[in-house]
């Protein structure tokens, strides 16, 4: 549970609107995105790390009150995950996967004996 930004009520962390204030808390048509909303009379804009570099290319900018893209500037961004093997090296790889390697030398054979 969460509480609403508006009434301060509890309510489910999936919840698209408050069922207290009517508050809506997630993006239109998309329940999944939460929508951001500015605190007081201030925009998102001032603060957002996509306004500072120069990157956003929303409508409202840099007067937006309400934003689905918004990320605050004193928050790092997490990029995606870097995918590794664990396995240590190609070679202790192809160690325990010779099938690969046996169909790579299978392919590439020149046909013919001349």
């Not at 930004?5 to 698209?16: F, G």
């Amino acid at each position: 549970m969460v509480q609403c930004p508006r009434c301060e009520q509890a309510i489910a962390s999936d919840a698209v609107s408050c069922p207290h204030c009517q508050f809506i808390l997630k993006a239109y048509g998309h329940p999944g995105i939460t929508l951001h909303h500015s605190q007081g009379e201030g925009y998102l804009c001032d603060t957002c790390i996509y306004h500072a570099d120069d990157s956003c290319d929303f409508p409202q900018r840099p007067m937006a009150k309400d934003c689905t893209l918004y990320h605050n500037q004193e928050q790092p961004l997490v990029g995606p995950p870097k995918i590794e093997y664990k396995g240590g090296s190609w070679r202790s790889w192809l160690r325990q996967n010779p099938i690969w390697l046996i169909l790579l030398s299978i392919t590439h054979q020149k046909p013919g004996g001349d």
